[in-house]
């Protein structure tokens, strides 16, 4: 399977099945079009009459131009076939039981009133709570129990708002440290934050122990402040900023993410990055909401055409910045063309349910954020262990082959079938799609690799 398109002056071809990236001509682009469906003497006879008037292009440079198209798929880098299949489920299967990471929900409220908000304002449909020590470091003790012989342990530290339960938080990563070499563990902490709480003492430590910092701003002050309010319906852009900038120019600038969402307010999303850009932030994201059609922040049809071309803009705003000396990172244009997750990986999905869980403040287990709330999805507890075993299996199960829709889809080994749960919510099912998501999917990869290509090429 292939897939081809024209972006930013290249003529990129993508055989799926090898990885194989290819940027060629005009001739070759149409060749390759035609490879699996016309005969070599077709072929020719239709590039002879299509490029009639070009006097340097001769028969004989389109028979070279057919013997290396069929060279390369001789070679296995065209038109390859998927032999992953019988593969699927091994990757779970060699790790069942193995757990590698974490979603510590260390607080169960929130400062802020999002009205987008996917965990109801923190609250994920239940009880507002926070979480005490003693499950905390019971939820790492479970989390050294079952990651088997894994030494680096991921720890993202999540809400609601985890400064709401910044003491715990400290106390929990101390516990962690004092521990990680007798079981010979490293662990690596995270922490998602909306900003309000942050102060010199949150700044020091984040600077100190967590690996990575998540900051949420949506871009322009009034994009930001039509959903991020307070509970008095005050926005929160002004507060927060500052604080941002702080704390990232304490880091260095490295090791954080700005992560935004663009709803039915702001499809021109470009418009907020540059906002961000401006603001001194260089590693950036924008995620499309998630929510039921009839929401009014969701995204319309008439949006979707927008995003697509945002998407356009952004890679070129991308380039333009590099030959300025100004690159910045934008999270999901980030793609290695020379190596990145192994086929396994590609093909079994995220790990939800199975080495990646979340855990309530009060120690029950979900197979992600997502999830949590939803008593059919409650795995079991940081106790007693998985006990839900069915909709483990369920999640174990759960990899590109078993979304029927992905098997035709030229992306399906750069998402590994998507995510479970926009899946679930959209679908009902952990193996259905969401087309929405999966459109916009397509779009940003390959605005990915046009960037890549091109910076490559330079």
Not at 9 to 32: F, K, P, Q, R
Not at 115 to 122: D, E, L, R, T
Not at 371 to 386: M, Q, S, Y
Not at 396 to 420: F, K
Request: hydrophobic letters at 35%; aromatic letters at 10%; one cysteine or more.
């Amino acid at each position: 399977m292939i897939h081809q398109y024209k972006q930013g002056g290249y003529n990129i071809v993508l055989d799926i099945c090898s990885g194989s990236v290819h940027v060629v001509d005009e001739v070759a682009y149409d060749i390759i079009g035609m490879f699996e469906e016309k005969s070599r003497g077709e072929i020719i006879a239709a590039m002879k009459e299509k490029y009639a008037d070009r006097s340097d292009i001769t028969e004989t440079d389109l028979e070279e131009c057919y013997e290396q198209v069929e060279g390369l798929k001789k070679a296995g880098k065209l038109f390859a076939p998927d032999t992953f299949e019988p593969m699927a489920g091994a990757l779970k299967e060699k790790t069942a039981g193995v757990v590698k990471a974490l979603c510590i929900h260390i607080a169960h409220t929130c400062n802020l009133n999002c009205a987008y908000c996917f965990a109801s304002q923190g609250k994920y449909q239940g009880e507002r709570a926070i979480m005490s020590l003693e499950v905390g470091k019971r939820a790492l003790d479970f989390l050294i129990e079952n990651s088997g012989s894994r030494h680096n342990l991921e720890v993202d530290f999540f809400g609601g708002e985890p400064l709401m339960n910044w003491d715990v938080v400290k106390e929990m990563v101390a516990y962690a440290r004092s521990i990680e070499k007798e079981h010979n563990k490293n662990f690596r902490f995270t922490l998602t934050t909306n900003g309000l709480l942050i102060d010199d003492d949150v700044i020091e430590f984040a600077n100190k122990e967590m690996s990575n910092v998540v900051l949420s701003l949506d871009g322009r002050k009034e994009i930001h402040d039509r959903y991020r309010v307070d509970y008095a319906g005050n926005g929160s852009w002004e507060r927060i900023v500052p604080k941002f900038q702080k704390l990232v120019e304490a880091r260095g600038g490295k090791n954080y993410y700005m992560r935004g969402t663009f709803t039915h307010a702001n499809p021109d999303f470009l418009k907020d990055i540059q906002q961000m850009l401006d603001l001194g932030f260089s590693e950036l994201s924008m995620e499309p909401v998630v929510c039921a059609a009839d929401d009014p922040s969701a995204l319309t049809e008439e949006d979707m055409a927008v995003v697509m071309d945002q998407y356009e803009k952004l890679a070129e705003l991308m380039l333009q910045r590099d030959k300025e000396g100004k690159p910045f990172t934008f999270y999901h244009y980030m793609i290695d063309l020379t190596g990145g997750p192994c086929i396994y990986k590609r093909i079994s999905g995220c790990g939800s349910g199975t080495e990646y869980m979340a855990v309530t403040p009060w120690g029950d287990l979900y197979p992600c954020h997502q999830f949590v709330g939803d008593e059919k999805f409650r795995l079991g507890d940081i106790w007693k262990g998985v006990t839900n075993t069915e909709i483990q299996q369920e999640f174990a199960a759960c990899n590109v082959y078993a979304h029927p829709e992905c098997r035709d889809c030229w992306a399906r080994l750069y998402c590994s079938g998507g995510c479970a749960a926009n899946a679930y919510h959209a679908t009902g099912s952990v193996t259905g799609i969401y087309e929405q998501g999966c459109r916009l999917f397509r779009k940003r990869m390959e605005c990915a690799i046009m960037v890549a290509v091109d910076r490559a090429f330079r």
